[in-house]
């Protein structure tokens, strides 16, 4: 079992940066791989950004690409995503999810381990 634990959301807007941290609870943080996703009121969850166990590989949805960078510390057992250049269209609860695969998955289904959520708005 792997707990997880999202923080870094806000209200902030148009333009502005804020970086998310999701704290995992297990020492075999780097066992997983981590993915960001988002869902937006009315929406389905939708795939963020996704980081491979040891940080080397990292992939990003297009809506998000050149904007928001995904990160890890496995000495820290936490992930991070710094976001930049926030749009309105940016504002949703976004979830932290780990999956033992290491391979490449956009699915949300694929992953085990969820948190709870932390809410990001962008005002226009």
């Not at 902030?12 to 981590?34: E, I, N, P, W």
């Not at 980081?51 to 820290?76: L, Q």
């Given at each position: ?111 085990e381990?969820?948190?709870q ?8």
């Amino acid at each position: 079992q792997v707990q997880l634990v999202e923080s870094g959301g806000g209200l902030v807007q148009a333009g502005a940066s804020l970086r998310l941290s999701c704290a995992a609870s297990r020492r075999t943080f780097s066992y997983y791989a981590m993915g960001w996703f988002r869902q937006a009121p009315g929406k389905e969850r939708e795939f963020v950004a996704r980081i491979s166990r040891n940080g080397a590989n990292t992939y990003y949805a297009n809506s998000v690409k050149g904007r928001f960078t995904i990160s890890r510390d496995n000495a820290k057992n936490t992930v991070y995503l710094r976001m930049s250049s926030l749009k309105p269209e940016d504002t949703a609860v976004y979830y932290c999810a780990a999956d033992q695969a290491n391979g490449i998955s956009y699915q949300a289904s694929s992953y085990e381990y969820w948190g709870q959520g932390t809410q990001v708005t962008v005002s226009s």
